[in-house]
């Protein structure tokens, strides 16, 4: 494979069925592809930093709702960062092999609060509670996973359901705070968005820096005139856009991210049930990003065998999380799709590389807080740019089925209306425990509907945009009357890869 950026429309991945897929005309590097190292840390830090505002979030919300000291505060920050570098090295090393990064997830983040609104306090008792509920649910996502269950569903799985699921991915964050909120620094947004679609968009033709490198320079040129703003009294403590250096002083040097580090792990069987939720939710997440990351590639689309190791190795990736006590799980990031999508860098060592940065960022506590100072307008317009990209990538599943075929349109059209207004809903019931008296509140079936088991998993998965939108389309495309032709299956089952097309860890150390 070519590694010098100028052979873009060679993208392979082991084995498949190159010769009748489509490769993606503006891959720079393919997925077996190895730059330079010196490049491929730039290039995995570029990766990494699009993802730092969903990495930060988390903890950040489960700090605020558990009480943690700034002590606590910092190690839960690097203890994300560790996690998700060792995830990420998992998933791309003995995994599906994609090039995905792997990090908190938003779908375990509302069975997480409930957790944590369940038991009270400390920190330490709460976060205990999580480690036991994360560890037991991810360790029936690795059954799932490496039964074959996972795979035998995508027999069922059209580009009518996947393109939906990969849409409502791409729009799930619009009407996030670093995007939403009325009080916002929209020039800083505006200007990140600007610096990242010219570097990307209009100036690749130019300068290969600026095709490799869009989402790096468009952000450290935001950062350093926000840094510029602050430091000359435009922006003021507490203002967006304004960046906060005091974090890089006052924590340790060094952080001790341990295994067990809060203590022992507590298993509740109501906090593990709806902990699963969550999993099952990012479980349907994480199949549209496999999807979307093989189009993006311009490699074939998954095979059975590789979903199968890739949901399984993302529970073990979970099983890490809840023992190294992030009171979250780890699962694959569109941020990072929509960054391939961007800059055409689709090198799995590239990622890797960057997954090393992180592990050795989590362990340092001041280039923690250093990537933790980027101020949420530079943050909400990354968003702007990657999020778009991921719709459209979606979108771009359609080409494969008979829009003329009036059930494809139906389907396609309901799944993605279910997907923003069901969620929508969900958002104003008054939370988890509200939801779940409401339910049992419910004539003659109320005591079933409200028990915890039940009320948590349907107000986690009706909460997630992409798991409601996939299960209508999954429902209406196998049960509306339509031809393998019309749905789609025919012409992706000649671009897809064969089950020996991926060979797992196992397979490659016996060669």
């Given at each position: 494979m070519?590694?010098?950026g100028?052979d873009?429309?060679?993208?392979t991945?082991?084995?498949g069925?190159?010769?009748?897929?489509?490769?993606?005309?503006?891959?720079e590097?393919?997925i077996?592809?190895?730059?330079?190292?010196?490049?491929?840390v730039?290039?995995g830090?570029?990766?990494y930093?699009?993802?730092?505002?969903?990495?930060v979030a988390?903890?950040?919300v489960?700090?605020?709702?558990m009480?943690?000291?700034?002590?606590?505060a910092?190690?839960l920050?690097?203890?994300f960062?560790?996690v998700?570098?060792?995830?990420?090295?998992?998933?791309?090393?003995v995994?599906?092999r994609?090039?995905?990064v792997?990090?908190?997830?938003f779908?375990?983040?509302?069975?997480?609060?409930?957790?944590?609104?369940?038991?009270?306090g400390?920190?330490e008792?709460a976060?205990?509670?999580?480690?036991?509920?994360i560890i037991?649910?991810?360790?029936?996502?690795?059954?799932?996973?490496?039964?074959?269950?996972?795979?035998r569903?995508k027999?069922?799985?059209?580009?009518v359901?996947?393109?939906p699921v990969?849409?409502?991915?791409?729009l799930?964050?619009?009407d996030?705070p670093?995007?939403a909120?009325?009080?916002q620094?929209w020039?800083?947004?505006?200007?990140?968005?600007v610096?990242?679609?010219?570097?990307?968009?209009?100036?690749?033709?130019?300068?290969?820096?600026?095709?490799?490198?869009?989402?790096l320079?468009g952000?450290?040129?935001?950062?350093?005139?926000?840094?510029?703003?602050s430091?000359a009294?435009?922006?003021?403590?507490?203002?967006?856009?304004?960046?906060?250096?005091s974090?890089?002083?006052?924590?340790?040097?060094?952080?001790?991210?341990?295994?067990f580090?809060?203590?022992?792990?507590?298993?509740?069987g109501?906090f593990?049930v709806?902990?699963?939720?969550g999993?099952?939710a990012?479980?349907?997440?994480?199949?549209g990003?496999y999807?979307a990351?093989?189009?993006?590639?311009g490699?074939?689309?998954?095979s059975?065998?590789?979903v199968?190791?890739?949901?399984?190795?993302?529970g073990?990736?979970?099983v890490v999380?809840?023992?190294?006590g992030?009171?979250?799980?780890?699962?694959?990031?569109?941020?990072?799709?929509?960054?391939?999508?961007i800059?055409g860098?689709?090198?799995?060592?590239?990622?890797?590389?960057g997954a090393?940065?992180?592990?050795?960022?989590?362990?340092?506590?001041?280039?923690?807080?250093?990537?933790?100072?980027?101020?949420?307008p530079?943050?909400?317009?990354?968003f702007?740019?990657?999020?778009?990209?991921?719709?459209?990538v979606?979108?771009s599943?359609?080409?494969?089925?008979d829009?003329?075929?009036?059930?494809?349109?139906?389907?396609v059209g309901?799944a993605?209306?279910?997907?923003?207004?069901?969620?929508?809903y969900?958002?104003?019931?008054?939370?988890i425990?509200?939801?779940?008296?409401?339910?049992?509140?419910?004539?003659?079936?109320?005591?079933?509907?409200?028990?915890q088991?039940?009320?948590d998993?349907?107000?986690?998965?009706?909460?997630?945009g992409?798991?409601?939108?996939?299960?209508?389309?999954?429902?209406?495309d196998?049960?509306?009357?339509?031809?393998?032709?019309?749905?789609?299956?025919?012409?992706?089952?000649?671009?897809?890869?064969?089950?020996e097309?991926?060979?797992?860890?196992?397979?490659?150390?016996?060669e």
């Open positions: 070519s590694t010098d100028n873009r429309g060679g993208a991945v082991e084995g069925r190159s010769g009748e897929r489509e490769a993606a005309s503006f891959v590097y393919g077996e592809d190895r730059p330079p190292l010196g490049e491929s730039a290039l830090l570029q990766h930093l699009t993802m730092v505002g969903a990495n988390v903890p950040l489960l700090i605020g709702e009480g943690a000291s700034d002590a606590q910092a190690q920050v690097g203890t960062f560790v998700s570098g060792i995830a990420t090295l998992l998933q791309t090393t995994g599906n994609y090039p995905l792997q990090g908190a997830s779908a375990l983040l509302a069975p997480a609060l409930a957790v944590v609104a369940a038991v009270g400390p920190f008792v976060m205990r509670e999580l480690q036991g509920a037991a649910a991810a360790l029936v996502q690795v059954l799932v996973g490496y039964s074959g269950l996972m795979g569903v027999e069922y799985l059209s580009p359901v996947v393109a990969i849409v409502l991915i791409g799930s964050l619009f996030v670093q995007i909120t009325a009080g620094n020039w800083l947004l505006g200007f990140t968005l610096a990242i679609v010219a570097f990307s968009q209009y100036l690749d033709a130019y300068s290969r820096y600026a095709r490799l490198f869009p989402v320079l952000v450290v040129a935001a950062y350093l005139l926000a840094l510029a703003l430091l009294g435009v922006y003021a403590t507490g203002q967006p856009g304004y960046v906060d250096l974090g890089t002083t006052e924590v340790p040097l060094l952080l001790a991210v341990t295994p580090q809060w203590g022992a792990p507590q298993f509740t109501a593990v709806g902990m699963f939720a999993i099952v990012s479980m349907i997440e994480s199949y990003d999807f990351v093989a189009r993006l590639a490699v074939g689309a998954p059975k065998k590789r199968d190791h890739g949901i399984g190795m993302e073990i990736g979970n999380a809840g023992i190294m992030t009171g979250n799980g780890s699962t694959s990031y569109s941020e990072n799709i929509g960054a391939i999508g800059t860098v689709a090198s799995r060592f590239v990622v890797q590389v090393v940065v992180m592990i050795v960022v989590g362990f340092v506590g001041p280039i923690g807080q250093l990537i933790v100072s980027i101020p949420s530079i943050v909400g317009g990354l702007v740019a990657m999020f778009g990209q991921i719709a459209a979606g979108l599943n359609l080409k494969y089925v829009l003329d075929a009036q059930r494809n349109v139906f389907t309901l993605l209306f279910a997907g923003l207004a069901i969620p929508a969900f958002g104003t019931v008054g939370g425990g509200a939801f779940r008296e409401g339910m049992a509140g419910v004539a003659v079936i109320g005591p079933v509907l409200g028990a088991i039940v009320a998993t349907v107000y986690v998965v009706g909460s997630t992409m798991a409601v939108g996939g299960i209508v389309a999954l429902l209406l196998n049960t509306i009357p339509g031809t393998r032709e019309e749905r789609g299956l025919d012409q992706w089952e000649a671009i897809s890869e064969d089950d097309a991926f060979d797992t860890a196992l397979e490659r150390l016996r």
